[in-house]
C-alpha cells in the first residue's frame, strides 16, 4: 500500500523559508508527476508546482521565483522549498503523486495529509 507523508510546516515569518518534504512509502514500480498544491481557508485547493519523472518542472505564476521543487528519486521524495514567503502563503500544503505501484495495474492518483505553512507579516 503506497502513502504520502508530508512535513516541514510551520509558522514563519514573511520573507523566510523553509523546506518541505514528500516522502512515498510503499512498493512503488515507477512515479509519473509529483505535485504541490495548497489550499488556504475558504479557498479552493490549488497546484503550485510539479516535477515530472524527467525533472522537468513547472509553477503557479503566484510562486515563480520564490519557490523551488526537486525530487530525491533514491529516497523516493520530493521537495518545496517555498523561499521569500508571504502571508498569503498561508495554507495547507499537500503532496500529489500520480504513481505506479510495484502491484497491480496503474498509473493512480495519491494525496498526503497535508502539512499546515503560516506566514505572519
Known amino acids: 500500500q503506497v502513502q504520502l507523508v508530508e512535513s516541514g510546516g510551520g509558522l514563519v515569518q514573511a520573507g523566510g523559508s523553509l523546506r518541505l518534504s514528500c516522502v512515498a512509502f510503499g512498493s512503488i514500480k515507477a512515479v509519473n508527476v509529483t505535485s504541490w498544491y495548497r489550499q488556504a481557508p475558504g479557498k479552493q485547493r490549488e497546484m503550485v508546482a510539479h516535477?515530472?519523472?524527467?525533472?522537468?518542472?513547472h509553477y503557479t505564476d503566484a510562486v515563480k521565483g520564490r519557490f523551488t521543487i526537486a525530487r530525491d528519486n533514491a529516497k523516493n521524495t520530493v521537495y518545496l522549498f517555498p523561499n521569500r514567503l508571504k502571508p498569503e502563503d498561508t495554507a495547507v500544503y499537500y503532496c500529489?503523486?500520480?504513481?505506479?505501484?510495484?502491484?497491480?495495474?496503474?498509473?493512480?492518483?495519491?494525496w498526503g495529509r497535508g502539512t499546515q505553512v503560516t506566514v505572519s507579516s
Open positions: 500529489n503523486a500520480d504513481l505506479i505501484p510495484l502491484e497491480g495495474l496503474g498509473p493512480y492518483e495519491y
Open positions: 516535477i515530472t519523472k524527467s525533472g522537468r518542472t
